[in-house]
């Protein structure tokens, strides 16, 4: 994958530098905030080498590209004008419940995610410190362990901080009077004032005695206040002056207000949020963490999973862990990595063997995205296994109360943010990884799935046609899968017409795939020509049926009709011969399409990529309602 292109066509295909309001990334998506998401060409986004899908979900256009999601970003971030982002044309508000909740969910992300990198860093260290101290590697009174625990801890005590300038971002505020504001709230003479016996007035008003070390939605709702006092500010201060009075007016107005009236709100509402979710599974049971664990793919697919931050890090904060969100990661993250393995395992396709492996270990370590779209939902039977493998995790855990302390995103790799201080949870949590990937695995193997290359090979998919099979011939060295990853392939359509899925084609040798993926038309004109630059390879001896090879190796049926063999080469008039060349655009056959039409025949045009188990992806226009020659049909990947 070349990330310095990839990035450029992204970046073509979302609408361009104009169309961007912010775009950040997190494990596995360039999650953009678009002025347009209309503007988007989401089938072309899809069809690019190296995007693994697109959605738009949660207020947020997200691109999906797995583990190599960081390089594309840093290609992607310098194309990007920041004044862009300051231009920014206001879309019409949505108030409909999706609406509401996608500005949530978007507003939720854009605070959390940049600011994950920090907070993985400073939990994955602290479970370290536990585990040296465990195993007597370190104790708790060497300086070592005081000097390495205080860099832990800072990521944790200063989160306001942090979050203070990821809020100003998304708020569109200044960030440093943001931090500075999360800074009062921290100051050690404030936390002293604060932490005292005394009540604390300041000009009348009672100062809540808050602690805000470590807390979230005091500080996001004291920079979104910011964010209109700064608009203010910006109004009433003279240009002169505006260096020095425009923060001067902010941070007098709103450090106040925000430590008598919002900062409380907010640390009330956060200790409900938590207390909420406690409350839940206190009175539902286990049963809450199986329900979230099957329903976590789902979320994922949705990339709605960051709108659960608030709680994670609200539960981190105190009681200090988390038993429902993470813990149900970790359940469907296990389980979709053991059953991307069990496909690797069992199929016989060698590329889908290579796609398993790679999403299965990617799995394994968190990253799910790519066995979600690559291996589950392609084989839709396995997604069922998953998702048995999850609940059964998941309600293993609910009833050890299995506790994550750290907000990491769960996998082998970052399991020490289950290591405490009860060594039995350590031992749940693999107890959970077991469970799940082993139940996934096997459920795979017993439920089973179609394996498209095999399937095809034994004849097993779908009832066959009474039509006898196109005697297409297959090159005796096929490409190899790599090959088909470096560069894409484009079918043009060879007929004109409405266009089809195939697995609308009223005869199950097509619709089922037996014979190759691909598409079809409803011709409207009784044309066929070449889709490529190639050469004719057979022309069945009813005419009806025309075998290609394209100079790129893409080998093509175009099969006129359906069961239309028994015209037996009637209204048919072929005009290319077999091993003849051919170019792009020349006619090859012409039918009477009236005529075939008035005979009781199906004019239903598939057009068939016979050699699609050499291929990676192969991609169908389905969005063209209709089609010609000239315009792409197939996508070869």
């Known amino acids: 994958m070349n990330s310095k292109k990839l990035a450029q066509e992204i970046l073509e295909h979302v609408g361009g530098n104009n169309n961007i309001n912010q775009v950040i990334h997190c494990s596995t998506r360039l999650r953009f905030t678009l002025k347009n998401s209309k503007l988007a060409n989401t089938e072309e986004i899809k069809r690019l080498d190296g995007v693994i899908g697109a959605v738009d979900s949660g207020g947020q256009y997200q691109v999906i590209i797995g583990n190599d999601v960081s390089y594309v970003y840093n290609e992607l971030a310098p194309l990007i004008s920041t004044e862009t982002a300051s231009d920014e044309v206001k879309p019409p508000r949505d108030y409909s419940p999706k609406g509401l909740f996608n500005a949530f969910a978007n507003v939720i992300a854009g605070i959390f995610q940049p600011i994950i990198p ?9 479970a370290l410190l536990l585990l040296a101290t465990v195993f007597g590697i370190m104790a708790k009174e060497d300086q070592a362990y005081v000097f390495l625990n205080a860099i832990a801890d800072a990521g ?6 942090l979050l203070a300038f990821s809020s100003a971002n998304k708020f569109k505020a200044n960030p440093y009077i943001a931090v500075l504001l999360g800074g009062v709230m921290l100051h050690p003479n404030m936390i002293g004032l604060l932490g005292g016996e005394e009540p604390v007035y300041f000009l009348g008003m009672n100062v809540p005695n808050v602690a805000y070390a470590t807390s979230v939605i005091p500080i996001i709702l004291t920079v979104w206040f910011m964010s209109y006092i700064e608009r203010f500010a910006d109004k009433v201060s003279p240009g002169p002056v505006k260096i020095f009075l425009k923060p001067l007016i902010v941070i007098l107005i709103v ?25 839940i599974q206190d009175k539902v049971g286990w ?19 960051k709108v659960f931050y608030p709680v994670i890090f609200g539960a981190i904060a105190s009681p200090g862990y988390e038993t429902l969100f993470l813990v149900s990661m970790l359940a469907a993250n296990m389980a979709q990595g053991g059953g991307a393995l069990a496909v690797a395992f069992k199929s016989k396709d060698p590329k889908m063997k290579q796609i398993a492996l790679s999403a299965g270990i990617s799995g394994m370590f968190g990253i799910t995205e790519p066995a979600i779209y690559g ?23 609910g009833i050890v109360n299995l506790k994550a302390y750290t907000a990491v995103g769960p996998g082998l790799a970052t399991l020490p943010i289950f290591v405490s201080d009860d060594p039995n949870n350590i031992l749940y949590a693999l107890i959970t990884v077991a469970i799940s990937s082993v139940i996934a695995f096997v459920g795979v193997f017993l439920i089973g799935f179609q394996d498209t290359a095999a399937s095809a090979e034994s004849g097993k998919a779908g009832k066959p046609s009474a039509e006898p099979v196109s005697p297409v011939r297959i090159d005796s060295q096929p490409q190899t899968s790599a090959s ?9 359509a060879p007929l004109e017409g ?30 066929v020509f070449a889709p490529f630059d190639g050469t004719v390879e057979t022309v069945f001896r009813t005419k009806h049926s025309i075998g290609l090879k394209s100079v790129e190796g893409v080998e093509l049926l175009i099969h006129v009709g359906l069961d239309t063999v028994k015209l037996k080469g009637q209204h048919f008039d072929v005009k290319v011969n077999e091993g003849e060349q051919i170019s792009h655009g020349q006619l090859l056959i012409e039918f009477d399409l009236e005529a075939i039409q008035a005979a009781g025949y199906d004019t239903t045009t598939p057009v068939i990529v016979t050699n699609s188990s050499d291929y990676l992806e192969i991609l169908g226009n389905e969005t063209a309602a209709t089609t010609g020659p000239g315009k792409p049909l197939i996508t070869v990947l």
């Open 484 to 492: 088909g990853m470096k560069s894409k392939k484009v079918v043009f």
């Open 255 to 279: 450090a106040p207000i925000s430590l008598i009236a919002i900062g409380p709100l907010g640390t009330y509402i956060g200790t409900g949020m938590s207390e909420g979710v406690f409350w």
């Open 287 to 305: 049963v809450t963490v199986v329900i979230m664990s099957m329903l976590m793919p789902f979320i994922v697919m949705f990339g709605m999973h």
């Open 118 to 126: 920090a907070i993985a860093a400073s939990g994955m260290l602290k």
């Open 156 to 161: 944790f005590y200063f989160l306001p901080m």
């Open 375 to 397: 291996v589950h939902l392609r084989l839709k039977k396995t997604f069922l296994a998953c998702l048995i493998g999850a609940g059964a995790a998941g309600m293993f855990a």
């Open 498 to 527: 409405k266009v089809l899925p195939l697995r609308e084609v009223k005869d199950e040798a097509f619709s089922q795939e037996a014979m190759g993926q691909g598409m079809a038309i409803q011709p409207s004109v009784g044309k």
